[in-house]
């Protein structure tokens, strides 16, 4: 099994475990062939972004028990399809990323400038 990179080149950290994220709810931004909204980029959601996403038909402060989701608050990690992040952040509305755990997938649709200027570890933004 190949080692799976991040935007910044080293293994692909977890992004978080509770609420469990990622397009496989392991905690991990991965992507694969089955994840249609590559669900690569880990952000730390805000109020802000949370009330954006809303207003484009993604709610994700409402809770889905049906799915296992608690629905999300401000300061919650979470893994966002990468176009999403993007359109978020061409808007000014983008919430901050952990690039460690941001798979490198996202590089496809987002620009490593743009996801480092929205760094939440100042370390990673270099």
């Known amino acids: 099994m190949s080692v799976i990179k991040n935007v910044i080149g080293t293994n692909l950290e977890p992004c ?3 609420p469990p994220t990622g397009f496989y709810r392991d905690g991990y931004c991965s992507t694969g062939p ?3 909204g590559v669900h690569s980029v880990c952000a730390i959601v805000s109020k802000d972004f949370l009330k954006f996403s809303k207003e484009r038909g ?3 402060t409402t809770p889905m028990p049906a ?3 608690a629905g999300l608050k401000p300061g919650d990690k979470w893994c966002l399809c990468a ?3 993007q359109e978020a952040f061409e808007a000014n509305m983008a919430p901050g990323v952990v690039l460690a755990a941001t798979h490198e997938a996202t590089l496809k649709h ?3 400038d743009d996801l480092k200027s929205l760094a939440v570890d100042p370390a990673e933004s270099k």
């Open 34 to 36: 089955d994840d249609q």
């Open 58 to 60: 993604n709610d994700l």
């Open 67 to 69: 799915y296992g989701f």
């Open 16 to 18: 978080c475990t509770t």
């Open 83 to 85: 176009s999403r992040w």
């Open 110 to 112: 987002c620009r490593l």
